[in-house]
């Protein structure tokens, strides 16, 4: 039951896999969840939906995993944005979509970094039917 509503259009949200985060956090040590809730953040600092997470102003290290769906443009030009202004850099999780216009303008301007098979989100017995990509947005640094 739980698959079928985690691999259906009736939610957005997919949990990021612990192992990946810890493999991940282990090499960039992340300060906050950008894209959290208080059931699935990953850091001790997070921002939540109650709390406007695209308002809240991200600083540090960031991790994000986006909510996938009609919106999901909005979180990578933040990450993008946020990047280039020098305020963080930010690692998003995101679904590997590289025929959309997100991905273009502002995908290719990070590192990009493909995930290999399908990731199983959350507690899901089965594999997501996406592939799924990580892409780094360094902190901007003004020489």
Not at 93 to 105: F, G, I, K, N, V
Not at 121 to 130: D, I, L
Request: charged share 20%; net charge neutral; with cysteine.
């Amino acid at each position: 039951m739980v698959d079928k509503v985690l691999f259906s259009s009736a939610t957005d949200l997919w949990a990021t896999p612990q192992k990946l985060f810890d493999a991940l956090n282990a090499q960039y040590g992340f300060s906050v969840d950008v894209c959290a809730t208080a059931d699935n953040a990953k850091c001790p600092v997070f921002f939540t939906p109650e709390q406007d997470r695209l308002a809240q102003h991200w600083s540090g290290t960031c991790w994000m995993n986006p909510p996938y769906g009609r919106d999901i443009g909005k979180w990578i030009q933040k990450a993008h944005d946020t990047a280039q202004q020098g305020d963080a850099t930010v690692v998003c999780l995101l679904p590997s979509r590289t025929d959309t216009a997100w991905w273009h303008e502002y995908c290719l301007k990070g590192k990009v970094t493909f995930i290999r098979g399908r990731l199983k989100f959350g507690t899901a017995t089965n594999s997501a039917p996406f592939p799924s990509v990580l892409v780094e947005f360094p902190k901007f640094m003004n020489h």
